[in-house]
């Protein structure tokens, strides 16, 4: 038997709702045949709300019933269980994720092997970097979260401000072995002011608190894996000042 179903939503020449193509996307995504309804106009699209008593648009209607927009229709289906204040860990496991496949791939290039030392370094290196990009989109809000635990932020506020700069100059200098006077220091420096910040919120505050170590608009919550990348960055000090020339 064929499922159909009715979407309405907002498709003016200046200005197509993306969420209304989303929704479009998902419903013939889970077998339904869409009747779509593009409101073509303002006083189309107003109309359409005061008809139904909505406030905005897409709207999807499923077997007569009306589902909602196309956050309304994900959970409809089961794919949003996470509220907006559950934690999870999936930012920074993207993050380290990409940096092994890149410090992988390089190796390969480079080395004809994926299992080099120089992997490892980039490695961490990458995933600094791409840390400390996320932290420099918003520096304001990271700097909130972070001042909250760190204990050398909580006394002086600049080091907030500083502390994705200093990281993303360390990742950029130690992925190219540049300046090992400047990196090893930066990342020793941030990085055991960081494992020690983390081990005394976490493990003796029994604080459950959410990490900026992904910027400040996501929630991850603060413990091993804040703890991890902390030590990370010590060891790669500790390994470049012992192995310079590795």
Same mark, same amino acid.
């Given at each position: 038997?064929?499922?159909?179903?009715?979407?309405?939503?907002?498709?003016?020449?200046?200005?197509?709702?993306?969420?209304?193509?989303?929704?479009? %996307?998902?419903?013939?995504?889970?077998?339904?045949?869409?009747?779509?309804?593009? =409101?073509?106009?303002?006083?189309?699209? *107003?109309?359409?709300?005061?008809?139904?008593?909505? @406030?905005? +648009? /897409?709207?999807?209607?499923?077997?007569?019933?009306? $589902?909602?927009?196309?956050? *309304?229709?994900? @959970?409809?289906?089961?794919?949003?269980?996470?509220? &907006?204040?559950?934690?999870?860990? +999936? /930012?920074?496991?993207?993050?380290? #994720?990409?940096? #092994?496949?890149?410090?992988?791939? =390089?190796?390969?290039?480079?080395?004809?092997?994926?299992?080099? $030392?120089?992997?490892?370094?980039?490695?961490?290196?990458?995933?600094?970097?791409?840390?400390?990009?996320?932290?420099?989109? *918003?520096?304001?809000?990271?700097?909130?979260?972070?001042?909250?635990?760190? =204990?050398?932020? @909580?006394? %002086?506020?600049?080091?907030?401000? &500083?502390?994705?700069?200093?990281? #993303?100059?360390?990742?950029? =200098?130690?992925?190219?072995?540049?300046?090992? %006077?400047?990196?090893? /220091?930066? #990342?020793?420096?941030?990085?055991?002011?960081?494992?020690?910040?983390?081990?005394?919120?976490?493990?003796?505050?029994?604080?459950? $608190?959410?990490?900026?170590?992904?910027?400040?608009?996501?929630?991850?919550?603060?413990?091993?894996?804040?703890? +991890?990348?902390?030590?990370?960055?010590?060891?790669?000090?500790?390994?470049?000042?012992?192995?310079?020339?590795?």
């Amino acid at each position: 038997m064929t499922k159909t179903a009715k979407l309405y939503r907002m498709a003016m020449d200046k200005h197509v709702c993306p969420y209304g193509i989303k929704s479009k %996307w998902l419903l013939e995504r889970e077998g339904y045949t869409v009747e779509d309804h593009p =409101l073509a106009t303002r006083e189309a699209t *107003d109309a359409f709300k005061e008809q139904h008593g909505v @406030k905005t +648009t /897409p709207q999807s209607f499923i077997e007569g019933k009306r $589902i909602g927009g196309y956050t *309304d229709l994900r @959970k409809h289906f089961g794919h949003d269980k996470e509220t &907006a204040s559950d934690t999870s860990y +999936t /930012p920074v496991l993207a993050v380290f #994720a990409v940096g #092994a496949a890149l410090a992988i791939a =390089l190796s390969i290039f480079v080395y004809g092997s994926p299992l080099t $030392i120089r992997a490892a370094e980039w490695f961490v290196a990458f995933s600094m970097a791409m840390l400390a990009m996320l932290k420099l989109q *918003d520096v304001e809000q990271f700097s909130t979260m972070f001042v909250g635990y760190d =204990l050398l932020g @909580k006394r %002086w506020v600049p080091y907030a401000y &500083a502390y994705p700069f200093l990281e #993303a100059t360390a990742a950029v =200098l130690m992925a190219g072995r540049i300046l090992p %006077w400047l990196s090893i /220091p930066i #990342a020793l420096f941030i990085g055991t002011i960081g494992a020690v910040s983390v081990f005394y919120a976490v493990y003796v505050q029994k604080r459950s $608190i959410k990490c900026a170590c992904v910027g400040g608009s996501a929630n991850v919550p603060l413990g091993f894996v804040s703890l +991890t990348e902390n030590l990370a960055m010590i060891g790669m000090a500790i390994w470049m000042l012992l192995r310079p020339m590795v």
